[in-house]
């Protein structure tokens, strides 16, 4: 019942031609140390977006990191990557498309 507890999120990169990678750590943009406020546990190319996004936990949620820089380390394989952290209902949120 925590506010600040762990919660699912879509993660997109802010460069669109960017890619970040499943197990990334979630930090602050202004903290970028230890064990972040959060991982990523998948990452896809999105054909409907047009660039790559993942899903994850970070604390706090979505609605904690609306407008909050964020960024994916992952200093052993491929360095840090700046994210945005969104609803994880990343297309078609209301279910329109859906169901027509």
Avoid at 14 to 39: H, N, P
Avoid at 58 to 80: F, H, L, Q, T, Y
Wanted: aromatic share 8%.
């Amino acid at each position: 019942m925590r506010a600040d507890r762990p919660q699912l999120v879509g993660i997109f990169p802010r460069e669109r031609s960017q890619t970040f990678k499943a197990g990334s750590l979630l930090c602050d943009a202004d903290a970028v140390t230890g064990f972040g406020e959060g991982w990523i546990t998948g990452v896809t190319h999105s054909p409907a977006l047009g660039h790559w996004i993942g899903i994850g936990y970070i604390s706090g949620g979505a609605e904690a990191w609306k407008e909050r820089p964020a960024v994916a380390a992952d200093p052993v394989r491929s360095g840090n990557v700046d994210v945005e952290i969104v609803s994880p209902h990343m297309f078609d949120p209301t279910g329109e498309r859906m169901h027509g």
